[in-house]
């Protein structure tokens, strides 16, 4: 269980679109490596669906198409009344596993499950541990079933702060990545720091604090 989170319009889905293109096929994204493809199953509860792919587009330019189904976006925009369930209740639970075991079934492998975002995806009162831990419940569920999943979120009030709401979300996290915009005057390129919040199995030099410059052209750089 992992959290990308940040303040809006700082890069998260960017950021994640790209990590999780590299993983679909097996290749680096900035200073790490991916030993072989994994599948992804992308819940998007957010975006416009032409925007999306026309993200996704840009990394498929760069390293390639993935193999069949092994990498799938669910939009909300597709959905009966363009709505996904709220994955607090049984029902949208119940429909994202299920296609979840369907691309395992195709690919043979557990797909990543990437949740785009936690608020747009679920009407949980944000500051009470009581209704996220719904949620959390059927992360845990997930867990136990071996699929790896990313929780994209936003940022409360404070600058520089992890997940708004209650501060429970990560309790059973093993990673949550901050995500914060740096404003480069005259920059073309999307430049964002990243600050591991949580890093448990980590080593203390893997988790060192770095930028990460984005082109729009389906290229990451990393740089200190």
């Not at 959905?79 to 043979?108: M, N, S, V």
């Amino acid at each position: 269980i992992n959290f990308i989170s940040g303040p809006k319009g700082n890069g998260k889905t960017e950021f994640t679109l790209g990590l999780t293109s590299a993983l679909s096929q097996g290749k680096s994204f900035l200073k790490y490596s991916c030993p072989k493809p994994t599948p992804v199953l992308y819940i998007d509860g957010e975006m416009d669906p032409y925007d999306l792919l026309e993200r996704k587009d840009a990394y498929e330019e760069v390293l390639g198409l993935p193999e069949q189904n092994y990498f799938k976006i669910i939009n909300y925009a597709q959905q009966f009344k363009e709505t996904i369930p709220d994955i607090k209740e049984p029902l949208g639970q119940k429909l994202i596993l299920e296609q979840a075991l369907l691309q395992e079934r195709q690919t043979g492998k557990k797909p990543f499950i990437i949740l785009d975002n936690l608020r747009s995806l679920s009407n949980y009162k944000e500051n009470d541990s009581d209704e996220y831990r719904l949620i959390n419940s059927w992360l845990l569920k997930l867990r136990g079933l071996k699929f790896g999943i990313i929780v994209i979120d936003h940022h409360g009030k404070v600058a520089g702060g992890g997940p708004r709401g209650t501060s429970s979300k990560t309790d059973n996290a093993n990673v949550s990545i901050l995500i914060n915009s740096v404003r480069e005057k005259g920059n073309p390129n999307m430049v964002m720091k990243v600050t591991f919040d949580k890093a448990r199995g980590l080593k203390p030099d893997e988790t060192e604090e770095f930028e990460a410059v984005y082109d729009f052209r389906g290229r990451w750089v990393y740089q200190d």
